[in-house]
């Protein structure tokens, strides 16, 4: 329905403004939803009705404008994308107790973070969760594998209100992107664990499993 409409666009534009070298129609790939298209549908039936009354060419270029007015305000409204929130890791090293201290500053101007989503990982081939905790601000799940390692979710809302200690003494501790993330990737050659946050919530995985295996976990979460 939403590429008849845009053609009926196009052939209207392409008859009444022909001289008009400026702009062409194929150019633009739009898609429209089916409420969108319905709404033109009955303009298009408006103007097929007063044809034979008003005249032909009255009417197609009217409906033209009026059509081309509509695709752009369309267009704007497609443009106006929501902006995702900013996160910025405010970092310092505790030599004291051997840990990198992480404080966060989120900057969120479309107000995505008030709303706590629970997020739900792809369970990992051959694991099964053997443990599942909701709460208002978080979401804890274990999964237990058959070759008996094990792999610990969480994700955590209130970013910005939150502080962290991550060790830096008894394992590797090295910066990562996770799905584009600034984040923290951990490891004691037995234990591995990610720490990643998109300025909505702060996710961490960790387990008993290669680290390969956390990525993959971590790149399904959206």
């Not at 804890?140 to 390692?149: P, S």
Request: glycine share 8%; charged share 25%.
């Amino acid at each position: 329905m939403a590429n008849n409409a845009l053609q009926i666009i196009e052939d209207a534009l392409l008859l009444d403004f022909a001289e008009t070298d400026a702009f062409d129609p194929k150019e633009y790939d739009y898609s429209f939803s089916d409420g969108f298209a319905a709404r033109m549908n009955k303009i298009f039936a408006m103007a097929d009705r007063t044809y034979v009354s008003v005249g032909r060419r009255r009417i197609r270029k009217a409906a033209a404008l009026a059509l081309a007015a509509a695709l752009i305000m369309a267009t704007a409204a497609c443009g106006a994308a929501v902006t995702k929130p900013l996160v910025k890791w405010l970092t310092s090293e505790n030599e004291k107790q051997g840990t990198l201290d992480v404080e966060f500053e989120v900057e969120d101007p479309d107000g995505l973070t008030e709303e706590f989503r629970h997020i739900k990982p792809e369970t990992p081939e051959g694991y099964k969760i053997v443990q599942e905790d909701k709460s208002d601000l978080g979401y804890y799940i274990e999964y237990e594998g058959e070759d008996g390692t094990v792999i610990y979710y969480s994700q955590s809302g209130a970013v910005d209100s939150m502080g962290l200690s991550i060790d830096n003494e008894t394992g590797e501790l090295n910066e990562t992107l996770v799905n584009g993330n600034q984040g923290y990737e951990w490891s004691n050659g037995e234990f591995h664990a990610l720490t990643w946050s998109n300025g909505i919530y702060l996710f961490d995985l960790a387990g008993t499993c290669n680290v390969e295996k956390l990525y993959q976990i971590a790149e399904k979460i959206d």
